[in-house]
C-alpha cells in the first residue's frame, strides 16, 4: 500500500559522548493507527543525513509504508547548518567505533519512545537498515552489533575500511598525528587524527564489514555502481560472497557512480533512472522481507 502523505518531524538526541544525534523522523500519514517497521539510513563519509537525492529518497520508503529515521552521525562535522561542516573538532575524530555506537543510541532512544511519533507506533522489533559508502560498511557492523536489525541494504558500501587509508595518510598520522582530508565538493580542508585510525586498526574485528558481514543471517541486498569510482564494486560482490545469508542478492546497476548519478544539492523533480532503479530495488526488499 501507498501513502500518498507523510508527516516529516525533526529532533535530536544525545550520543554516549553527550553530542547531538540530529535524526528526521518520517512517517506515512494513515487513517488510523498502527505500528509499522521501521528504517534507519546512514549516511557516507563527508555526508550527511540531507545530503543531495537522500531525504526524496526517504520520502518515498516512507510512503512505502514505513517509518524512516535518517540521522546525522554526532561526528561527522555537519552542525546546526544541517548541510555544512561547520564543526571540524568534531569530524576530526570521527571513528568507526563512535558511528557504531551511535546507530545504538538510535536503536535505544526508539525503544524509549524517546524517538516517536503520535500517530504511529515505531515497531523497533522490526527495523531495517540502509547506509551508503562508509554507512554501507556501518550498516553492517550494526546488523552484526544490534539484533533489533532485520534487514540489510548497502549502497555502494566499503568492504573493509582498513585498505582506504593511503600511504599518505598513514606518513601524516605517524609524523604529525594528523593528515588532511579535501571536500571535492566544497574545497574544505578538514584535519583528521590518528586516532581515527588506531582505533579502525586496534578493534578491526569488531569495526569491519567484512569480518563481521560473516555473522549476519538476515535478508541482506548490496547494491553498487558499475561505473563506480570512490567505492570499486568489487567491494560489494566481496561482502555478497562472505554473506552467510539464505536470503541475499547483489545488484550491480550499469552506468552508475558513486552516488547513482545524484548530486548535492539536488533541485530535479525526478530521481535519474539508475537512482530510480536503485530505490525500486531497496523499497521491493523491505517490503517483501521487513513487511511480511
Known amino acids: ?56 529518497a526517504c520520502e518515498e520508503l516512507a510512503r512505502a509504508g514505513f517509518v524512516v529515521v535518517a540521522f546525522n552521525l554526532s561526528l561527522n562535522g555537519v552542525g546546526e547548518s544541517m548541510t555544512d561542516f561547520d564543526e571540524p573538532e568534531l569530524f576530526r575524530r570521527q571513528t568507526l567505533s563512535q558511528d557504531l555506537e551511535d546507530v545504538g543510541s538510535v536503536i535505544r532512544a526508539i525503544k524509549k519512545k524517546e524517538i ?41 558500501a566499503v568492504a573493509d575500511y582498513n585498505t582506504r587509508w593511503s600511504s599518505k595518510m598513514i606518513e ?22 590518528k586516532d581515527v585510525y588506531d582505533d579502525a586498526i586496534q578493534n578491526a574485528d569488531r569495526l569491519m564489514a567484512i569480518k563481521r558481514v560473516q555473522e549476519i543471517y538476515i535478508p541482506s541486498m548490496f547494491i553498487a555502481g558499475k561505473n563506480d569510482e570512490a567505492v570499486p564494486y568489487k567491494d560489494s560482490e566481496k561482502l555478497y560472497r562472505k554473506s552467510p545469508a539464505e536470503e541475499k542478492e547483489i545488484r550491480l546497476i550499469e552506468n552508475a557512480g558513486h552516488t547513482f548519478e545524484t548530486s548535492h544539492p539536488f533541485e530535479d523533480e525526478d530521481f535519474p533512472p539508475v537512482f530510480t532503479q536503485v530505490l525500486n530495488l531497496t523499497e521491493g526488499w523491505f517490503l517483501d522481507h521487513l513487511r511480511k
Open 172 to 193: 601524516d598520522w605517524n609524523k604529525k598525528g594528523v593528515t588532511e582530508i579535501k571536500n571535492s565538493r566544497t574545497g574544505q580542508i578538514l584535519p583528521m587524527d
Open 116 to 156: 516517536s511519533n503520535q500517530k504511529v507506533m515505531l515497531n523497533s522489533d522490526k527495523i531495517g537498515i540502509i547506509g551508503h559508502s562508509r554507512g554501507g560498511h556501518t550498516a553492517i557492523t550494526a546488523a552484526a552489533e544490534y539484533p533489533e536489525i532485520q534487514c540489510l541494504v548497502t549502497w555502494a
Open 1 to 56: 500500500m501507498s501513502y500518498s502523505s507523510i508527516s516529516k518531524n525533526r529532533g535530536q538526541i544525545l550520543s554516549t559522548e553527550n553530542l547531538p544525534i540530529h535524526y528526521d523522523l518520517l512517517v506515512p500519514v494513515m487513517p488510523t493507527p498502527a505500528a509499522l517497521p521501521v528504517i534507519l539510513f546512514i549516511h557516507g563519509f563527508k555526508g550527511f543525513k540531507d545530503w543531495g537525492a537522500f531525504p526524496d
